[in-house]
């Protein structure tokens, strides 16, 4: 069935007429004649039966239904041209995988491993988009997204990849060598973040501790914030393992007390459900599992779905 869509090429014409305010220098910049412009945005309003410009004596002024239709038609040609140019840059192969990822758990953890990705895939160009509260999966750019939580969102594929080994960390000058028993955490200050408010309470409960001041403390909503704020003698803070590897060697951070115990949350690599079978997806979250495997070794549980 034909679909109810005008040609590009008149589509084009209105665009670039609408930019510029003019049939003249739209005819310019599409290196065509006047006439050919104004007869392609005349053949567009014919099909879709309404005026979308004002004729007058100075140029062109859009109507409100030329500006409406205008806001619309302009991300839909400019995706028809990145694809256009995807396509021939990387002439049917591989191609662009866009990526939405945590702040901190990109630059601390996924970054410098990635170079080992493209070295593998330098067919394929991973783009980091503007990291969004909300990994609106909907934005139809979007192919996957690095999340912090439990692991279940509805509508998204969900396969943990590390950050469920925490650790009480504080400045080495504020407990030296560091807590005998749980409990004595309770004499310092705690420190929180705002996504993990229910971390320390779990903690403290795995540990066998009273956890009624649990939720006392500072509030930060970055693990960058949080980590610098332990160091600088805050408290203690619980920050996963993965995100504060540099300042356990170099000794900015110390463990307060040697006890493993696994958090509820950690990052996951997530996908809407439609694209679970986009190639490029399937290429980085297999080189992704495997590294995650090496780094953080997990039960076979806590990968949640799984890409056919």
Known sequence: MRRFCPSLTDLQAFEVAARHSSFTRAAQELCVTQGAVSKQVKHLEEFVGIELFLRIRQGLVLTEAGRSYLTKIQAGLGQIEAATVELIAHQGQGGTLNLTCMPTFGARWLIPRLTAFMRLRPDIHVEFLPHRQGYDFSTP????????????????????????????????????????????????????????????????????????????????????LLS????????????????????????????????????????????????????????????????????????????????K
């Open 228 to 307: 610098q704020a332990a160091a600088a003698g805050f408290g203690v803070a619980l920050i996963p393992r993965c995100l504060i590897e540099d300042e356990l060697r170099d000794g900015k951070l110390a463990v307060a007390i040697q006890l493993p115990i696994r958090a509820r949350m950690g990052y996951y690599l997530c996908y809407p459900e439609q694209k679970a079978n986009l190639p490029t997806l399937q290429a980085f979250r297999a080189w992704l599992m495997e590294v995650s495997r090496a780094a953080e070794p997990q039960p076979q549980e806590d990968t949640l779905s799984d890409l």
């Open 141 to 224: 750019e979007l192919d996957a997204a690095v999340r912090f939580g439990e692991g279940i969102w509805p509508g998204s594929g969900a396969d943990y990849i590390v950050g469920r080994e925490i650790l009480p960390v504080c400045s080495p000058r504020l407990i030296p060598g560091g807590c005998a028993a749980p409990a004595d955490l309770l004499a310092y200050p705690l420190l929180h973040h705002t996504s993990a408010l229910e971390g320390w309470r779990d903690w403290f409960e795995q540990a066998g501790c009273d956890t009624r001041r649990s939720l006392e403390g500072a509030r930060f909503d970055q693990y960058a």
